[in-house]
């Protein structure tokens, strides 16, 4: 070959095109998955600035926007305000419009914490189980029973609006639920990659799918700030919005995906021939049971337990403020909920490009022999997590009276946050050799 490249031939035969291909359909439906769990993910912290009613709330803060003409009447179950149209805003003009009325709650300080956490609540029970049984079953089914039963939740939250009585607890059991369903899908995720991502195309495939988790939230970061600003009850919508998408997202997934090549109906026996030979999958159903997994080999792994600190420690502050980001802006900066939602949703998209473009980069690099995969991915990750520290410490410093400086801090916190998590696979792939080999 006179080009210099190194081209892995199977059976004699050049690798099959990427694009288009049955592998990157896959990976834009993995992305599409995590829009859509992020969207749903996000949609509540997004919309909870104007969910809640800040002029009977016992612990108000002083930065109120908008005074509120209110009656609640005399009912003591009753826990929610028809506002009346005749809004007056003291910091911006925008006349809302819609088909609705607008319907905010009483929820204090400690009720709207725990309403945020409870999504948080569910999600880390299914973790461990989400991995087994995508390894036992597939992955595709996995995640069409996570987002099926995900987008049910989501749109039972819209029932509220129609309720006249408490809907706090209503409101926490439908978000643990939907933390529940969505624990199970990045586990998945790296049980499908497994058996699709041959290794020189790994770190592309990973961070294709897994961008999807920065443009979910900064699509829903944005459409919730909007609909806050300018639709009487606004959080409706984006519950609408994110559980029909869902539904979209799942029977194209049930049409086209399998949970292996060898399962799949319609890809070429080239391409199919190509993944397996590389990934050595076989095809068959692997067995699992506590004997099967390499819990020493997991215990004493210095690589995983490195991977585990420095995932915690980066993620974090990226949960923290995916979860409070819109309430810091709108309560403690000042910032109306439109324009809340538009600084958000331009922070994570640039998540969103950093995340795709970091696997893509970490791949050019490995390719034109630049670095080692191990010194890349370290790079990357040092990356991620101390520009992220700095900017924290920053934002201690930023009130009202810094705005802009916080804004900008929030931006480049969100930008250097975005990263590919392609590790966790061949670190399994490794803990798996060594355990064979005992």
């Known amino acids: 070959m006179g080009t210099g490249k190194t081209i892995v031939l199977v059976d004699g035969e050049a690798p099959p095109r990427f694009i288009p291909s049955t592998r990157f359909t896959l990976a834009l439906l993995v992305c599409f998955a995590f829009i859509i769990q992020y969207s749903q993910r996000v949609n509540f912290p997004s919309v909870i600035v104007c969910m809640v009613n800040r002029t009977k709330s016992s612990d108000n803060l002083t930065h109120i926007t908008s005074t509120i003409s209110t009656n609640i009447g005399n009912d003591p179950n009753k826990n929610f305000i028809d506002v009346p149209t005749t809004i007056k805003p003291i910091l911006t003009t925008i006349q809302k419009r819609g088909f609705l009325k607008e319907k905010q709650f009483n929820w204090i300080e400690l009720q709207q914490q725990i309403l945020l956490g409870g999504y948080w609540a569910g999600y880390i029970f299914t973790q461990v189980p989400g991995g087994w049984f995508a390894t036992s079953i597939g992955a595709k089914w996995v995640y069409a029973c996570s987002l099926s039963t995900s987008s049910v939740a989501t749109l039972a939250l819209t029932i509220m609006y129609f309720m006249s009585s408490t809907h706090f607890i209503l409101m926490f059991i439908l978000r643990f639920l939907i933390g529940l369903a969505h624990g199970v899908l990045f586990p998945a995720t790296i049980a499908l990659w497994s058996v699709w991502a041959v290794a020189k195309e790994r770190s592309t495939l990973v961070s294709i799918g897994f961008c999807g988790t920065q443009f979910g939230t900064s699509l829903t970061m944005l459409f919730g700030g909007l609909s806050c600003g300018y639709l009487y009850s606004g959080w ?178 969100l930008a250097a946050s975005g990263k590919s998590n392609k590790n966790l696979i061949c670190l399994a792939k490794k803990l798996i050799k060594e355990k064979k080999r005992e």
Not at 329 to 342: K, W
């Open 236 to 413: 409706m919508y984006i519950y609408l919005l994110t559980s029909i998408l869902g539904f979209v997202w799942f029977a194209l997934w049930v049409t086209f995906t399998a949970n292996s090549p060898s399962e799949h109906q319609t890809i070429s026996s080239h391409e199919r021939d190509y993944i397996c030979n590389l990934t050595g999958h076989t095809g068959k159903k692997r067995a699992i049971s506590l004997a099967s997994v390499p819990w020493k080999n997991i215990v004493t792994s210095k690589p995983l337990i490195a991977l585990i600190i420095t995932h915690m420690s980066n993620l974090f502050g990226l949960f923290f403020f995916l979860t409070n980001l819109a309430k810091i802006l709108r309560e403690l900066h000042g910032v109306p909920a439109q324009y809340a939602g538009f600084i958000l949703s331009c922070g994570f998209f640039l998540t969103f490009l950093t995340s795709l473009t970091s696997g893509i980069l970490v791949d050019k690099l490995v390719r034109s022999k630049v670095m080692t995969l191990t010194n890349a991915r370290k790079l990357f990750n040092s990356i991620t997590s101390f520009v992220p520290v700095l900017c924290m410490i920053s934002l201690c410093f930023c009130d009202e009276s810094r705005r802009v400086l916080g804004v900008i801090t929030i931006l480049i916190f």
